[in-house]
């Protein structure tokens, strides 16, 4: 199994232990640490993965297949292994804004950690922030993704939070609810992602990936 493919079963693995009752806080955070250890040396193994590297998406074991079915990764909030109303990102967050993502969580169905994740490395929490390609706001909207999202004012707090949630839940969607795949198209677009069969081989895509990846898992 490739790279990707192990991912792809270690994020499904803990999506399953997201369904096994109550469990202590020591054993918790103990299975917590391992996962993001694990996690973080499986990405940084497919950053040095050959670019001709296909992703296969059904990768989770034929036992657990038979126990509960293809279940996405991130179909559902509410069975993430980490909180999402806890703190991703170790900075302070504007009130506005934490109840701007608490409604961008609830409405696309995504964990406010993993949209304060993406916030933080997109803009620091910047909403006035504008990159060298043009990419805007505080979620880092190109002007003719926003448009098409339906954003009229990118540098409202409100519309690129709600505009850049939207985008992700699309392209967690699309790739049948895989994070990996779906930060690489946020990053580097879909096209990209589909023409590589997996993460595209740029340093900056591969950079964002872990490091919004860490930062959720942290």
Same mark, same amino acid.
């Given at each position: !199994?490739?790279?990707?493919?192990?991912?792809?079963?270690?994020?499904?693995?803990?999506?399953?232990?997201?369904?096994?009752?109550?469990?202590?806080?020591?054993?918790?955070?103990?299975?917590?640490?391992? +996962?993001?250890?694990?996690?973080?040396?499986?990405?940084?193994?497919?950053?040095?993965?050959?670019?001709?590297?296909?992703?296969?998406?059904?990768? *989770?074991?034929?036992?657990?297949?038979?126990?509960?079915?293809?279940?996405?990764? +991130?179909?559902?909030?509410?069975? +993430?292994?980490?909180?999402?109303?806890?703190?991703?990102?170790?900075?302070?967050?504007?009130?506005?804004?934490?109840?701007?993502?608490?409604?961008?969580?609830?409405?696309?169905? *995504?964990?406010?950690? *993993?949209?304060?994740?993406?916030?933080?490395?997109?803009?620091?929490?910047?909403?006035?922030?504008?990159?060298?390609?043009?990419?805007?706001?505080? !979620?880092?909207?190109?002007?003719?993704?926003?448009?098409?999202? @339906?954003?009229?004012?990118?540098?409202?707090?409100?519309?690129?939070? !709600?505009? @850049?949630?939207?985008?992700?839940?699309?392209?967690?969607?699309?790739?049948?609810?895989?994070?990996? *795949?779906?930060?690489?198209?946020?990053?580097?677009?879909?096209?990209?992602?589909?023409?590589?069969?997996?993460?595209?081989?740029?340093?900056?895509?591969?950079?964002?990936?872990?490091?919004?990846?860490?930062?959720?898992?942290?």
């Amino acid at each position: !199994m490739n790279t990707l493919g192990q991912l792809k079963t270690i994020l499904d693995i803990q999506l399953i232990k997201g369904f096994s009752g109550a469990r202590s806080n020591s054993l918790l955070n103990e299975e917590s640490n391992s +996962f993001a250890e694990l996690l973080q040396q499986t990405v940084m193994n497919s950053v040095n993965a050959p670019a001709s590297q296909t992703f296969n998406t059904n990768t *989770l074991g034929a036992v657990y297949q038979m126990q509960i079915g293809s279940l996405p990764v +991130f179909a559902n909030s509410s069975a +993430f292994p980490i909180s999402s109303g806890s703190n991703a990102t170790n900075t302070t967050i504007p009130e506005n804004l934490e109840a701007i993502i608490q409604k961008a969580s609830e409405v696309y169905n *995504l964990p406010a950690k *993993l949209i304060k994740s993406i916030v933080k490395h997109e803009s620091n929490f910047n909403s006035a922030a504008v990159s060298h390609a043009g990419a805007s706001g505080l !979620m880092q909207l190109m002007p003719q993704t926003a448009k098409g999202l @339906g954003v009229n004012d990118i540098f409202d707090p409100l519309e690129n939070i !709600m505009g @850049g949630s939207k985008y992700l839940r699309n392209m967690l969607d699309k790739y049948d609810g895989n994070l990996v *795949l779906a930060l690489a198209a946020y990053n580097a677009g879909p096209g990209n992602v589909d023409k590589y069969g997996g993460i595209p081989p740029f340093k900056e895509t591969q950079n964002y990936v872990r490091k919004v990846t860490e930062t959720f898992y942290s």
